[in-house]
């Protein structure tokens, strides 16, 4: 049952030919029953009439019997009544055998001597007792159907037709002819047979033909879900084959030259990819070594500010400052080059993350004037072991803590940690300018900015987020945020306790639950 519905469901072939089969078969069970009705009523109609006509006949040739009786002796009389039954009853070769009954009138006159006789294998009592009345009402021919039940326990579907008749020297009598329809019937079902096999036929018919119409039309739209299917595994070089000029072969050659049309578009940007990501980590590498000069000479010139004019003591801190943000910037750059040619690897070992988060968060924290610390944070355990690498898991860190700090506008941020047996989940929350909700899926961007015009304390290379994701990622981890304008954000770092292993919950949602409810850390 459940291949069938899976047919259905995913096979086009199947469906067209069911439904097909089916609407055939309702075509089909209507026009034969139609067909056998007119045919069985034609049958009934033409062996009534004929049945009808040969007992007028029967019914005169006893009344002429009768009359040429009418001087005889009663045994004589009997002897040629009973030679007229037998002679009626008897059958041809090809004909059914009919029965011959005659049975008194009860209204009649009470005479001794009796005429009623029959052919010997029917019962009298098989005569319907309403054809009865109505052959003693009126002196015209009556029929009906009933079965006729033989003295040999058979019963026979059967015609009656009676007549009343008078026999010199006793009265009034009653005289049926009785039809055999087995003949009728045999027709009737071999009709019925024949419609019956001939439509089975043709429904096997039009199923075959429908089978083979589709799978003409089916075949090529199968080709083209292959090919397609082929393109998101990477092949690009498969096309459909064009047999014909029909209108399949038009759209087969549509659909190859669209095919041809997403290659080279598709190769013309792995090229340009490749020459971006080489180009980035060129300039990357070509840039280190003068700026590792100018980070000498901007010591040399740094550490002797202070025999400087004022002016110029400023310009080599703030030199100093810019050659520490270029030199990240380079750093970023070359790791974003390597997530893009898909050498970054990772280097597990175990470690306390709690403690890593603190050691972190000391680095960043700056205190305020009533001495509370601007980075808290809380762990449902003091120590939570994890299998990962530490440079990256830090980086991660370190990036969600600075850009909590960007945004925080001076108030706290909180960390918090959540293990399983199977993941460990950070969330840093911070309760500052916030994030609209369309700005989500675009905060991983690289080198995007909620609000580029904004001053900031610290100041980023737009590529932190992005960073954190991939190497998240290639923990086999996620990164999630949440965040609304006036409410602040919240950034949800999910790592599995032993790198590359799945993760299968979120032990901390990024949802707007406010972290100061002791009870969320349950």
């Known amino acids: 049952m459940k291949g069938i519905r899976y047919a259905l469901q995913h096979s086009l072939v199947t469906r067209v030919i069911l439904s097909t089969v089916l609407l055939s078969l309702g075509v089909v069970w209507l026009t034969g029953s139609a067909l056998y009705s007119r045919l069985a009523d034609g049958i009934r109609s033409t062996s009534l009439n004929s049945s009808i006509a040969e007992s007028r006949y029967t019914f005169f040739n006893a009344d002429y019997q009768m009359l040429a009786s009418e001087g005889m002796a009663v045994e004589d009389r009997k002897r040629v009544l009973a030679e007229f039954v037998v002679s009626t009853s008897t059958q041809g070769i090809n004909e059914e055998r009919r029965e011959v009954i005659f049975l008194k009138t009860p209204s009649a006159k009470r005479i001794t001597t009796s005429y009623e006789m029959s052919s010997n294998i029917i019962k009298n009592s098989s005569i319907p007792a309403d054809l009865r009345k109505r052959v003693q009402k009126t002196s015209e021919i009556q029929y009906a159907y009933a079965p006729a039940a033989y003295n040999n326990g058979a019963t026979v579907d059967s015609l009656f037709v009676g007549e009343k008749i008078r026999i010199p020297g006793g009265g009034r009598y ?16 071999l009709i019925k047979n024949s419609l019956l096999l001939t439509g089975i036929a043709l429904l096997l018919l039009i199923a075959l033909i429908t089978w083979l119409v589709v799978r003409q039309v089916v075949r090529p739209v199968r080709d083209a879900a292959r090919i397609a299917t082929q393109f998101t595994q990477g092949d690009y070089s498969q096309r459909m084959t ?68 004022p002016l110029v003591a400023r310009s080599s801190e703030l030199l100093a400052a810019q050659l520490d943000r270029f030199e990240r910037l380079l750093e970023d750059l070359l790791e974003v080059s390597r997530f893009d040619a898909e050498v970054a690897v990772l280097e597990p070992i175990e470690f306390d993350v709690v403690s890593l988060i603190k050691r972190c968060a000391k680095d960043f924290d ?15 355990n003091e120590i939570v072991t994890i299998k990962a690498d530490i440079r990256r898991v830090e980086r991660i860190m370190r990036n969600l803590l600075s850009n909590a700090l960007d945004h925080s506008e001076g108030k706290e941020i909180i960390v918090n940690v959540v293990s399983t047996d199977s993941e460990v989940g950070i969330g840093v929350r911070d309760f500052g300018s916030g994030l609209d909700e369309s700005a989500l899926i675009r905060v991983f961007d690289r080198f995007w900015r909620a609000d580029p015009s904004r001053a900031r304390i610290r100041g980023g290379t737009g590529l932190g987020l992005s960073i954190s994701l991939e190497d998240a990622r290639l923990h086999n981890g996620e990164l999630d945020a949440w ?7 919240h950034f949800v770092l999910t790592l599995p306790r032993k790198a590359g292993d799945a993760i299968n919950a979120r032990p901390i949602k990024a949802v707007p639950i406010d972290f100061h409810q002791e009870s969320f850390y349950q």
Do not use: C, W
Request: aromatic residues 4%; charged residues 20%; proline residues 3%.
């Open 366 to 380: 700056v205190s305020n004037d009533s001495g509370l610390p601007e980075i808290q944070v809380r762990s449902e």
């Open 242 to 309: 064009v047999t014909s000029t029909d209108e399949m072969a038009s759209l087969a050659n549509s659909y190859n030259e669209m095919a041809h049309s997403i290659e080279q578009q598709i190769s013309r940007l792995e090229h340009l990819s490749r020459v971006q990501q080489r180009f980035v980590s060129d300039v990357t590498h070509e840039l280190r070594t003068p700026l590792t000069t100018l980070r000498m000479a901007s010591e040399v010139i740094h550490n002797q500010r202070q025999s400087f004019d």
């Open 174 to 189: 009653e005289m049926y002819i009785v039809f055999s329809l087995k003949n009728q019937s045999t027709t009737l079902d």
């Open 483 to 489: 965040g609304r304008p006036g409410l602040g954000a």
